[in-house]
Structures are given as structure tokens and as C-alpha cells.
């Protein structure tokens, strides 16, 4: 067997780590879910479950897969026992899940960076959406999409994955700060700075029950948790740099990028009068098209627009890529180039419902697909990775932790222990209120159903509380 690879240097993970945590969510997705979720006061839960669920889940993450050198489901099989290979294995099929959606998505922005170069929506902005966003054109760049990212990561981790995000990471920063500072020029942003960051607390406390779960889903998507992307991408680490100190930069850095987004999306929005509430997939496309089709020098704010946002999806489909080829890769003995090829052609065809838009029970593939990672595959991913990390372990993940940092003890007790308590009752919340957003939205359940955010707490509880005493009894090695 060949060597395996390794970053070339700390920047290159850190770099790397934001490229996948910077993405479509930041830019596509967080837009709708706030605007579905009581705007500003989302932004508030969301940052609150970034810090108390996403920070020690991804320190976790970092800790298995430094400890292990190996693809999430190897890691996961060393770390914790035979049994929890599974947990490694559904992380590897939800890269393959989320991506073949993601690319579609990744598609329409190809397409709109051409569109803003040659002013094809600015006729028709709405319109514009609807005859691209489904059907073969749709098809094709998605395909288009897919062949980039398969030629990153065919590349390896050093020349194509790290090279890659070096080059990307700055950009996508350098742009969207210069697009941020043009938009707070346009008339009228007030009103969109005002919708972004003053919560309005008692349409929060009114709405928790729906809140809570879509802002710590929408916490591990940004930081790309709950599949195994960080436990991948921290298995590339030769040496013993600090773990805690490149978590909280990753956070940050992603945090500071998502909030810039907003701060261009919103006053855009605002000085063209344009709702905030299209909530929808479109809406970022829809509503940023129309503003560009009016503003003077709309081409070129369009290109930049979308040059961001199609490099922080690029970065990010990357990982997801990365997780099943690692993975292929070294429980086969094939090469890496022809295990991205067709592994990419295998979610590229998982991704074309997606691509015409299917749809049941009134919603739509690319929702529906949207809805199952959110909602079930990643807290379910994430609830795995903490009780195997936190429960099955503790000294060796604390020791682990502490490796290269000169965090004290208390310091690495105080995370596990927020592993072990708050993230897995918060992630098992999570999945309860999960399952249920899933059977409504299939038309089994009535939507008052566990409408009383207490019952879902006990209900929480119990089911955490059995989970733990399974992971403390499943067979684990002695370390
Ligand atoms: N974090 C990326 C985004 O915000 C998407 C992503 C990349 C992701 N890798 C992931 C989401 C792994 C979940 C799991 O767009």
C-alpha cells in the first residue's frame, strides 16, 4: 500500500477545513431557513448551537480522526469497537447523499455566474430560475458541476484538495468583503441590516419547538458535521498541532463568512424592495438576480455574486467527495483517480431526481433530499460520532485532545462532559423533532403533534439516556 497522504502544512488543513465548512448553506441555505424561521431571531439560536453543539462535535470529529489516520468508518471501527463501523458507514453514504443534491445546486450556480457575465436573467429574473433550475439543462450542470469536483479530488489531498482551498478560501473572503462594502452604499440597507440583526425574541420563544432543530441543523451543515468530513479531513494530520485552537479558527472563520454573506444579501435585497421571505430554494438566485438585473454595473456585481458562492461550493462539495473515495479507496486497492470517477458518476445519478425536481406528497426531490439530511442523517450522524467519542471514550479522547495544545485539564474535561451531556440530549432533540418534521411532511403525523417543547425534552431524554447505556456497554477497545 501506498503511503498516506498528509496536508503539507497546518494553513492547508485550516484552510481546507473552512473551504468545506464555507459553502452553499453560508449563502443558499441559511437565507431561506431564516427567513422560515423569524429571521434575525434564527441567527441568534443558530450562532448559540454553533457554539454550545457544532464547536465540541467538530472537536470530535478532529479527535477521532487525528487519533485513528484512517477513513471515518475504519476510525470509527479502531476507536470504538466493531459496531460502531456503522456510524463511519452512514457518514459515508450521507456524503454520497448530500452531494448528489448539492451539485444540482451547484449547477444552477454555473449557470448563473454565465448568466450574470452575458445578462441572460436580467429580462426575466424569475422566470429565469424556473427554466433552469429543472430539467436537462439542470442535468447537464450538474454534470458539469460533478466533473470539477471529481477533478480536485482525483488530484489528492495535496495537489488538489490543498491546492485547491489555498486558492479558494482567500478569494471567496476577499470578494464577498468587497461586495459588502458596496452594499452597504445602496439606498435604503438599513432596513435589510435591521431584519438581519435585531431579533425579535418572542417569535423565538414562541416557535422553539421548529427553530431549535432547523438551527442545529443547519450548525452541523455549515460545519460540515454528522457525516465524517472533519473526521476525513483531520485523518490528514502528520503532526501534533493544536486541535482546539484550528476548531475555533474553522469556527470562526466560517461564522464570520456566513454572517458577510448576510450582510450582502439582505441590504441587496432591501434596496430593491424585494421581500425577504421568498423563502424557497430560488430565493437567493430569484431575489439576488432581480436585484442585479436593475443595479448599474449589475454584470459585474452578478459575477462576483456568483464566483463566491460557486467557489464556496466547490470547496465544499470537495469533502464531501473526499469521504467516499478515502474511504473506497483504501479498502480497495484501486487508485484514487478512477475511484473519484466513479464514485462521482454514482452520486451524479443518485442526483437526478434532484435535477427534475420529482415530487411527493407535494414536495418537491431536491427538498425532499435536503429534508432527510437535515432533518434525520446528520443529527443521527453527529448523535454516533458523540457517543462514541464521548461515551465509549474519555480518557483516550481527552489525551487525544490535549495532544499539541497547552489547554488544561479542566479545559478538556469541560468539553467532553458537553459532549457527553449537552450535545448528545441537543442532538437527540434534534432527531425526535426530526423524525416528526419527516412523518408531517409525508402526511403521516398531524403538525401538532409534540407541539409542547417539554415532552420532546423527556421524550429526549429517555432515548439519550438508552443510547448511553448502550455505548458504555457495546464492546469497545481497551486503550
Ligand atoms: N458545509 C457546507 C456548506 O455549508 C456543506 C458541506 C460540506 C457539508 N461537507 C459537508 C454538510 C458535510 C454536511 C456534512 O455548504
Not at 454528522?226 to 493544536?242: H, N, P, Q
Not at 424585494?274 to 439576488?288: C, L, N, P, Y
Not at 462539495?317 to 466513479?342: G, Q, W
Request: proline share 4%; net charge negative.
Amino acid at each position: 500500500m501506498t503511503e498516506r497522504e498528509t496536508w503539507s502544512s497546518r494553513a492547508g488543513f485550516i484552510l481546507a477545513a473552512v473551504g468545506s465548512a464555507v459553502g452553499l448553506g453560508n449563502v443558499w441555505q441559511f437565507p431561506f431557513q431564516a427567513a422560515n424561521n423569524g429571521g434575525a431571531a434564527f441567527l441568534v439560536v443558530y450562532i448559540a448551537a454553533v457554539l454550545l453543539i457544532g464547536f465540541p462535535a467538530l472537536l470530535a470529529e478532529f479527535v477521532v480522526g487525528r487519533n485513528t489516520e484512517s477513513n471515518p468508518v475504519d476510525a470509527l471501527r479502531e476507536y470504538a469497537g466493531e459496531s460502531w463501523a456503522v456510524v463511519g458507514g452512514l457518514g459515508v453514504f450521507v456524503g454520497f447523499w448530500i452531494l448528489s443534491f448539492y451539485s444540482v445546486v451547484g449547477g444552477w450556480v454555473l449557470r448563473y455566474v454565465g448568466g450574470s457575465l452575458t445578462g441572460a436573467y436580467f429580462g426575466d429574473p424569475s422566470g429565469y430560475f424556473a427554466s433552469i433550475a429543472v430539467g436537462v439543462d439542470a442535468l447537464a450542470l450538474h454534470f458539469a458541476f460533478m466533473a470539477l469536483v471529481v477533478g480536485i479530488v482525483a488530484l489528492g489531498v495535496e495537489d488538489g484538495i490543498e491546492l485547491g482551498t489555498k486558492v479558494m478560501v482567500p478569494a471567496i473572503v476577499v470578494l464577498l468583503v468587497a461586495l459588502a462594502a458596496w452594499a452597504s452604499t445602496l439606498p435604503g440597507v438599513a432596513d435589510g441590516y435591521a431584519y438581519y440583526l435585531s431579533p425579535d425574541l418572542d417569535t423565538l420563544a414562541a416557535n422553539l419547538p421548529s427553530v431549535l432543530p432547523n438551527a442545529v441543523g443547519q450548525a452541523f451543515f455549515t460545519l460540515s458535521l454528522g457525516m465524517g468530513a472533519m473526521v476525513t479531513y483531520a485523518s490528514y494530520l502528520g503532526g501534533d498541532d493544536s486541535l482546539p485552537a484550528d476548531g475555533a479558527s474553522i469556527v470562526v472563520l466560517n461564522t464570520l463568512v456566513g454572517v458577510l454573506a448576510g450582510l450582502v444579501v439582505f441590504p441587496v435585497l432591501a434596496a430593491e424592495g424585494i421581500g425577504f421571505d421568498t423563502a424557497g430554494m430560488g430565493a437567493v438566485f430569484e431575489s439576488m438576480a432581480a436585484a442585479f438585473a436593475t443595479l448599474p454595473a449589475g454584470n459585474v456585481l452578478g459575477v462576483g455574486f456568483f464566483v463566491v458562492l460557486l467557489l464556496a461550493a466547490l470547496s465544499s462539495a470537495i469533502s464531501l467527495l473526499e469521504v467516499v473515495v478515502s474511504y473506497v479507496v483504501e479498502n480497495t486497492t484501486r487508485d484514487r483517480k478512477p475511484v473519484a470517477a466513479i464514485v462521482g458518476a454514482g452520486i451524479f445519478l443518485l442526483g437526478v431526481p434532484t435535477a427534475f425536481d420529482l415530487s411527493l406528497n407535494g414536495v418537491g426531490a431536491l427538498a425532499w433530499y435536503n429534508l432527510l439530511a437535515y432533518n434525520l442523517f446528520l443529527p443521527a450522524g453527529g448523535l454516533g460520532i458523540a457517543l462514541a467519542v464521548g461515551w465509549t471514550q474519555g480518557g483516550r479522547s481527552t489525551r487525544e485532545l490535549a495532544r499539541g495544545s497547552n489547554a488544561s485539564e479542566t479545559l478538556g474535561l469541560a468539553w467532553l462532559w458537553t459532549l457527553r451531556t449537552v450535545v448528545v440530549l441537543a442532538l437527540t432533540v434534534t432527531l425526535v423533532l426530526g423524525v416528526k418534521t419527516v412523518l408531517v411532511t409525508a402526511g403521516v403525523l398531524a403538525s401538532s403533534a409534540l407541539s409542547s417543547m417539554p415532552l420532546v425534552v423527556a421524550l429526549a431524554a429517555v432515548v439519550a439516556a438508552v443510547l448511553v447505556g448502550g455505548a458504555r456497554s457495546v464492546d469497545r477497545p481497551t486503550a
